[in-house]
């Protein structure tokens, strides 16, 4: 049975500022749900990306690689996965302990339940929808440790976080500098929508941070097979985007009922 992720309130301590320390503390990984599988990662440029399918229901797999407790703000093109602000590092997020990994499935709507992060197309995506598409295809993770924290956990524990341990995530594979298209000449395919209502239990924890700057900020790009193709990214054989759908004389079907007026 796995652990549940704590949720961090607003309302918790945020202490004087300690130097931030650059480490991996929290590694982040996408699953696609509707085929249960790691999405691997392409870097480019410095850059992380993942090809999401459209449609495609998908998952934030975040795991502490430390034997400390850490918060994790997670960011879904530019919003707070957990209050649906404008995305800033100071935010509430989720507290995972000593080695704990936690999916997070969607966008917080209670304790108890999440609307499912789901890949769609720019202009239906939830940040669109509320006024706030410029950084739609970004998923980020701003990481702090815990101020006076318990003394760290030298080994993992067995199967604390999941009963049976997940497979390890595809390694990320480099794409040359110049096999490419700028990124910017490419318009970007894919946002994440506000799916449907899933169940999704948290439970709501204190953290009082170790610092004013994240000890760790990690981003990843995301876009459609075909877009990440365009710039160069991803396997060669990719499929190229589907054929743009012009007018047609013959649609097919029958006559529909007009709208009621």
């Known amino acids: ?49 993942i090809a999401g399918t459209p449609g495609h229901r998908y998952a934030v797999r975040l795991t502490n690689t430390s034997g400390e407790r850490v918060l994790a ?9 957990i209050t649906g602000q404008t995305a800033r590092p100071s935010q509430p997020g989720y507290v995972l302990e000593p080695w704990q990994s936690a999916e997070i499935e969607g966008w917080r ?15 239906r995506s939830y940040a669109a929808r509320t006024g706030r598409p410029g950084n ?38 480099q794409a040359g500098p110049d096999a490419y298209a700028s990124p910017s000449r490419v318009p970007q395919q894919l946002g994440t929508g506000h799916g449907p209502r899933e169940w999704s239990p948290a439970g709501q924890a204190t953290f009082a ?9 990690t981003q990843l790009r995301y876009d459609a097979p075909w877009a990440l193709a365009a710039r160069g990214i991803g396997p060669r054989d990719t499929p190229r985007a589907p054929p743009p759908r012009g007018p047609r004389a013959f649609p097919g079907g029958f006559v529909p009922d007009p709208p009621a007026w």
């Open 73 to 81: 703000v997670l960011s879904i093109d530019g919003v707070n996965a």
């Open 136 to 173: 739609v295809g970004t998923i980020g993770v701003a990481v702090f440790r815990e101020r006076a924290a318990a003394p760290a956990v030298s080994r993992p524990p067995v199967a604390r976080a999941h009963a049976s341990p997940a497979p390890a995530a595809p390694a990320a594979v």
């Open 1 to 49: 049975m796995k652990r549940l992720p704590a949720l961090l309130l607003s309302s918790c301590l945020l202490l004087p500022s300690a130097p931030a320390v650059a480490a991996s503390l929290v590694r982040i990984d996408i699953v696609d749900r509707e085929q249960g599988r790691w999405l691997p990662e392409y870097r480019a440029r410095g850059e992380a990306w």
């Open 209 to 217: 941070r170790a610092s004013r700057q994240p000890a760790q900020l």
């Open 109 to 123: 709507k209670s304790w108890q339940d999440v609307a499912a992060f789901v890949f769609t197309s720019p202009d």
